[in-house]
């Protein structure tokens, strides 16, 4: 069990976390919330999004739901509002709303392709411009993205070309800020036991472990992390052998496109 610590160096800062109704993105509320911070979880599953903010208040910790679709620019304009008349101005931005996706392209519609872009992208970008110009005024923030290993690995067309996007995003802001005291770090999960990998088979790691990899780099900002650290060698294979790499996903994924 994990207590809370009110001494901790997230004392009193103001956290906004999307995604937050399950997995990675309501474990990650939860931690902040124990190591101090003012927690806003963000999400469209409403009623879920407000259990997990009465269950973090009810461990003595600020927490409060603001139901948002991530995909709706005046919602997000809304989100910082709510935040800030909640806590104060947003220091921290977790940006860990997202899908997964597993049809081949050529049975995927168009509107489907534009949902993802927007749910796993853009919807990251909008926020995160969203809370810049507070952050930037303050000289200090911090903006954490989840993206995938699948942002390292070429695995599922669509899923993967929105992770990409996300870690080119999150890796160029980061040279962009740098000396505005405003940090960008990139979490890069394999599977992890969360709703998304229910058809995965086989023990998976909890979600607190990417909830405690996304603590550590509030404190300790680092330019990407990927959790759990045996799946290093995979996206290293991919950047030094990619031919490999292809053999490999054959010999594990192959299957003829319908």
Known sequence: MHTLDRTDTLAGRVAIVTGASSGIGAATARALAQQGARVVLAARRADKLRRHALAITALGCDAVSVPTDVTDPD??????????????????????????WMRPVVATAPDELTDMLEVNLLGAMLLTRAVLPGMLR??????????????????EPVYSATKYGLRGFSLSLRRQLAGTGVSVSLVSPGNIRTDMTRHVQGRLPEPRVVADAICDLV?????????????TAIAWLEQTSPALADLAHRYRHWSPVQ
């Open 75 to 100: 919602q997000l304009d809304r989100l910082v509002d709510r935040a800030d008349d909640a806590f104060g101005p947003v220091d921290i931005l977790v940006n860990n709303a997202g899908a997964n």
């Open 138 to 155: 303050q000289r200090r923030g911090t903006i954490i993205c989840v993206g995938s290993l699948s942002g390292r690995v070429a695995m």
């Open 219 to 231: 404190r300790r900002p680092r330019r990407e992390v990927i959790i759990p650290r045996r799946h």
